[in-house]
């Protein structure tokens, strides 16, 4: 497929995606400040993650320009930005503040126990399968918070999200830095790494990187679904 192909299936897998019953529960239920730091300690684990996942990408690859593509892009998350001098889970604990959150408790909660499975899941699939397939699988997940695929739609979900924290919570936009920030930088990241899909996957192995990217997607319901469950039992 050429990069332009690449990026359709994977724009029309996103919004099918953030149009799930799932995604719209997510968006609908009121946030509280005890639900905001569940939502808030929980994305925290999942930003963490990320970075391992990354990793894993990374080792796998034997292409040089990708691998710098991924330093470049880690670079920024985990060392420096525009939106932060040192690294994104700074942003976190800055947003953390506005809900009451020390920086201990804001980055070291325990997961929910689906959290912890779908992290594992994660893990697998960026670990133990074909570097493709786990660079789609990471390219698709911020490919979510997209405004340029999502607009019609409300934007991508930084952006909604970042509108539900300041409408429910009474926050400013400089309260909220992380999604602030996701709702501008992801518009970069979320493409970043199509090119290289052109390049490297051969056609008779572009159905399985595209049902990793499905599968990927699948695991990021099942985390909407964990976090919806237990922001709805609290007050």
Request: glycine share 4%; with cysteine; net charge negative.
């Amino acid at each position: 497929m050429t990069e332009q192909e690449w990026l359709e299936q994977f724009r029309e897998l996103v919004r099918g995606s953030e149009q799930s019953g799932t995604r719209k529960r997510y968006y609908g239920i009121k946030l509280t400040k005890p639900r905001a730091q569940l939502e808030l300690t929980q994305n925290a684990l999942f930003i963490r993650h990320r970075r391992e996942c990354w990793g894993y990408v990374y080792a796998n690859c034997t292409e040089l320009r990708v691998k710098q593509a991924i330093l470049a892009h880690e670079h920024e998350e985990l060392v420096r930005d525009e939106y932060s001098e040192s690294g994104h889970l700074d942003l976190v604990v800055r947003q953390a503040r506005a809900i009451d959150l020390t920086p201990e408790e804001a980055l070291n909660a325990a997961p929910l126990p689906l959290m912890r499975a779908v992290f594992y899941a994660w893990s697998w699939l960026t670990k133990e399968r074909p570097w493709p397939e786990g660079l789609a699988a990471l390219m698709i997940t911020e490919m979510c918070s997209s405004n340029r695929l999502l607009e019609d739609l409300g934007g991508g979900n930084a952006l909604r999200k970042s509108r539900k924290w300041m409408e429910d919570l009474g926050l400013s936009w400089e309260e909220i830095p992380n999604l602030a920030a996701h709702s501008k930088a992801d518009d970069k990241h979320s493409e970043m790494f199509v090119s290289f899909l052109a390049e490297y996957v051969p056609g008779h192995q572009e159905a399985r990187v595209l049902q990793a990217a499905r599968e990927s997607l699948e695991l990021r319901e099942i985390k909407a679904r964990a976090i919806c469950e237990a922001m709805e039992k609290l007050p």
